[in-house]
């Protein structure tokens, strides 16, 4: 079974851009979440998707947004970029919601740097 | 917001030797729990994970432990191999549920 996939791996832009990030989840998986992982933060949540519905999102401001699709497959969203966005972003897919108990798997992530 | 920290943030081991990273969790009612290990350039790769109604589980060369009590967990890897080599994470989730938290991760080392 063909685990988490998250297109593009790599991304450069410039401040005040935007950019899309692509996530398909492991078949099967109605649960997208979408994490940025930095060195001095950790890993930080940022939203969860399930059955094309945001059921939770984190402290993150409202240029970050995603989507659901009908297939599960999941897409996040930055706007007006700024230098601290540069970050590996990283989705995890499980089985069912993320108070269902049940392990999430992550994808390789997108590394997206500013400039 | 949720704490979930790790004791040590380097850990060095002689190929061969057990390994034993620690987790310290904040919140009592965390119910379920996941060790992650992160290998450089990719993602976080499930290891094992255990419910709270457990208090030690068994994979493949791994054993976790927890200790609801003094509210720590624990990640052992028998026979630890080169490949081992990573960065583990700890993660917790509580029946409130509506994210895992994250800690910040030990950097494991073998050496050969």
């Known amino acids: 079974k063909a685990g988490v996939t998250q297109t593009p791996r790599y991304l450069i832009k410039t401040r005040g851009q935007q950019v899309t990030l692509s996530c398909s989840p492991i078949?099967?998986?109605?649960?997208v979440s979408w994490y940025q992982q930095t060195p001095g933060q950790g890993l930080q949540f940022l939203f969860e998707y399930f059955s094309e519905t945001q059921r939770n999102k984190g402290n993150f401001p409202g240029r970050f947004s995603g989507r659901q699709f009908s297939n599960s497959r999941s897409e996040m969203n930055v706007s007006t970029l700024e230098l601290g966005d540069s970050a590996l972003y990283l989705c995890a897919s499980s089985l069912g919601i993320l108070d269902s108990n049940q392990p999430q798997h992550f994808g390789d992530g997108t590394r997206l740097s500013i400039l | 917001g949720e704490s979930v920290g790790l004791h040590l943030p380097t850990l060095s081991v002689q190929e061969g030797d057990n390994s034993i990273i620690n987790c310290a969790y904040s919140n009592s009612a965390s119910d379920y729990f996941i060790w992650y290990k992160q290998e450089s350039g990719k993602g976080p790769q499930f290891i094992i994970d255990?419910?709270?109604?457990?208090d030690k589980r068994q994979g493949q060369r791994v054993t976790v432990l927890l200790n609801k009590t003094v509210k720590h967990l624990s990640l052992q890897i028998a026979a630890t191999q080169p490949g081992d080599s990573a960065v583990y994470f700890c993660?917790?989730?509580?029946?409130?549920?509506?994210?895992?938290?994250f800690g910040t991760g030990t950097s494991l080392t073998v050496i050969p």
């Open positions: 993660a917790e989730n509580t029946p409130a549920g509506n994210q895992f938290y």
């Open positions: 255990i419910r709270s109604n457990m």
């Open positions: 078949s099967g998986h109605r649960s």
